[in-house]
Each structure stands twice: as C-alpha cells, then as structure tokens.
C-alpha cells in the first residue's frame, strides 16, 4: 500500500480556557472525515492542550498515518481565549494615618482580602497617597487585570 490516507481539517476555531488556565482539544476537534484503502489509521495533532502562555492564534499539525506508514499533515487554527474575570475582593475597611508632613500611603496589600484569576492577575489601586484634604473617607477601588484584558474591582472606603 503506498496511498496516503485522506481526511478533511476543520475550519480555524475558538476555544476558552477553563478556571484552571487550561483546555485540552482532541483529534476529533481537528481532524474529520478521515479515510484510507486499507482499515487501519492513526490519527495525531501535534498539540492538544493550551495553556495561559498562548492565548491568541494557535497554528495545528493534524496527522493521519495508516497501517503502511503513509501519512498526511494539514493544518488550521485554532484561537485560544481567556475571558474568565479576575476575582478581586477588598476588606471591609481600611485606615490610613497621616505622617507629620500631612501624607499617608495605602497600598494593595493593606486593602485587599482575596484576589485571583486563572492566568494571574495585576492589582492596583485608584488612591495610594492621602492627604488632609482626603479625611472625608474617600473610597478607593482596587482593580484586577489579567494578561488577557478582562477586569474586575472592588471598592474600599478608607479612613482618613
């Protein structure tokens, strides 16, 4: 037998990681309509499963080989997204104390109770430095990005 097995490739597609970063595609996803002279073949692709560090378009080798060692690769695309939004949560409350100067300083990890997301996460916060013009307790959001864009964020009212 020297006849290439024959199968049909998919169209580019999306897939969305999950709440752990990842997501796993099998041949099936890729590969379709496959086909040889002879009964047995072997279907492969040359990645299966995505992870936080290749978000974006992805290029995918699927492979047929059959029992006579004949093969054939094509490829296509396939788009790994992460639209799961960070989680950010603030304490209750929080005090800053001015310095003699009249200046007091927040930072993230004064205020933040819990904070994740499955590809990791950036915090921030709208306010860090205070002043006597601030001891109307003004409340303060710290916000969550992820590598991918998605954000999230909590408020806080800080005591001045």
Known sequence: ???????DVVMPFEVSLNSSGLISISTSDVLVNTSDNCVSVTPSVNVSLFDCSVTGANVVLGT?????GNSVSKTTVVTVVDDEY???????SHEVFLNGSGVGVANVSDVVMTS????????SLTQTV???S???DPVVTLVGVDPS???????IVVTV
């Open 1 to 7: 037998d020297n006849v290439a097995p024959l199968f």
């Open 64 to 68: 047929l080989v059959d029992g006579s």
């Open 86 to 92: 960070p989680v950010v949560v603030t304490k209750a």
């Open 116 to 123: 994740g997301d499955n590809c990791g996460v950036s915090l």
């Open 130 to 132: 205070f002043t006597c």
């Open 134 to 136: 601030d001891l109307a």
């Open 149 to 155: 864009g998605n954000e999230a964020n909590d408020t």
